[in-house]
């Protein structure tokens, strides 16, 4: 059974420019949490997205934003890169919103700005 | 001040060895915890979670909760070098709506044959 698959799993972006991650669940998951780590810190909580419906954001500007697609898969784009936003952007999923202690991660995008 | 503290490391030991791997918090809500490990250019994955206060054991590993203290903690018994990772502790208030997790620092470990 596949687990969480993320695309691209890395990627090389300018100042200013846009980008967009991708994120496919476990079959059968319907919630999908994004999480950003900076190299050498733990993961910082960003959205949750439950049947296609936010359920939280984390403290980020509104340069970031995401999406969940009827299929459950997700997408979460930033606007304006900074040379700050440089990390491994981690999606999770899970069966239900409430039952955080049953995250799947991916293995991550890792974003370089230059 | 962070709401979860945990020491960054590095922290190397010998094949074998026990390990102690340690995290504070301020925040009281929090109800669920976890242990989760972390390879180099991997996401992280989940060993250990506890609910409330009390003890977890799972092979080689066992998670203590300390409520009254605020205090986590992970022990690897006969560690081996596959052991070697980031260990991430994370924590979560009781299940309302929304769930985040908030992680510590990581802890690196390095388990030298």
């Known amino acids: 059974d596949a687990g969480v698959t993320q695309s691209p799993t890395h990627l090389i972006k300018t100042r200013g420019q846009h980008v967009t991650l991708r994120c496919s669940p476990i079959s059968g998951h319907k919630s999908v949490s994004w999480y950003q780590q900076v190299l050498g810190q733990g993961p910082q909580f960003i959205f949750q997205?439950?049947?296609?419906?936010?359920?939280g954001r984390g403290n980020f500007p509104d340069r970031f934003s995401a999406r969940q697609f009827p299929n459950y898969s997700s997408e979460l784009n930033v606007n304006a890169l900074l040379l700050g936003d440089s990390a491994l952007y981690l999606c999770?999923?899970?069966?239900?919103?409430?039952?955080?202690?049953?995250?799947?991660f991916g293995s991550g995008t890792r974003l370089t700005v230059v | 001040q962070k709401e979860v503290e945990q020491d960054p490391g590095p922290l190397s030991v010998p094949e074998g060895a026990i390990v102690s791997l340690n995290c504070t918090y301020s925040?009281?809500?929090?109800?669920?915890f976890m242990w989760y490990r972390q390879y180099s250019r991997k996401g992280p994955e989940l060993l250990m979670y506890t609910y409330s206060s009390g003890n977890k054991e799972d092979g080689r590993f066992t998670a203590q909760v300390d409520k009254s203290s605020k205090y986590i903690s992970l022990f690897i018994r006969d560690s081996q070098p596959s052991d070697s990772a980031t260990y991430l502790c994370a924590m979560s208030p009781v299940p309302q709506g929304a769930q985040k997790l908030v992680f510590g620092q990581g802890t690196r470990l390095t388990i030298n044959p």
């Open positions: 997205y439950y049947e296609k419906e936010e359920r």
């Open positions: 999770a999923s899970s069966l239900e919103a409430g039952t955080s202690y049953g995250y799947t």
């Open positions: 925040n009281s809500a929090f109800q669920y």
